[in-house]
């Protein structure tokens, strides 16, 4: 596997950084990246991915028929190969667990407006999906009819996903929202009364 598909390593680096900044936990959230092929990279299912390595990954086709691996796709694969067709141009997707995110959420606050420069420069109009059951072809059609106008959701009580033309972008736009939702949280728990000043633009 990581021979033929050199994009592998990304995948394996990006995992493992997610992992590290504790932006998942354990065998939580998945990494796809469309190669060259135009197949489907992607982590399996129940995969630790602190500790993933390239040879633990599947290759799919774009209907998601499995090519080569060991294992089962990710549980979220309905969800990737939804956001491929209904975004041609995406060519990788990380979904996580950011935990300041989803505590916001959770908790009913929005990111929006947004607070600092960057998180509305980067992240542009997020958009919350209501909740739809893991793995489900509710929750990849709702995520895919969500995607205009932002590169990142935030699943209601799941998680969030990212997009980008490379990995290494989606990963940014993960820790992007992730950082802006810890300044919220920190402004809403400084503001005694109304809402934290927005950007002034």
Do not use: W
């Not at 489900?136 to 995520?143: G, P």
């Amino acid at each position: 596997m990581k021979d033929r598909h050199p994009a592998s390593v990304e995948v394996v680096r990006v995992c493992k950084a997610l992992y590290d900044k504790r932006l998942i936990a354990g065998m939580d959230g998945n990494v796809s990246i469309r190669t060259e092929k135009n197949t489907i990279l992607i982590t399996p299912s129940g995969a630790h991915k602190g500790f993933i390595t390239a040879d633990a990954l599947i290759e799919m086709d774009i209907t998601g028929r499995n090519i080569s691996g060991r294992g089962t796709a990710s549980s979220e694969l309905s969800m990737h190969l939804a956001i491929y067709h209904a975004e041609p141009e995406t060519r990788a997707i990380v979904h996580a667990h950011p935990p300041y995110c989803l505590g916001l959420s959770i908790a009913g606050l929005s990111m929006l407006p947004h607070l600092t420069a960057e998180g509305k420069m980067m992240l542009k109009d997020i958009v919350t999906v209501p909740f739809a059951l893991p793995g489900s072809k509710e929750l990849a059609e709702a995520v895919a009819r969500s995607l205009s106008g932002t590169p990142v959701q935030i699943l209601a009580h799941h998680g969030a996903v990212s997009r980008a033309k490379d990995l290494m972008s989606a990963l940014s736009l993960m820790e992007c929202l992730e950082h802006n939702a810890m300044i919220t949280a920190i402004a809403h728990g400084l503001v005694r009364s109304g809402y934290p000043q927005p950007v002034p633009f």
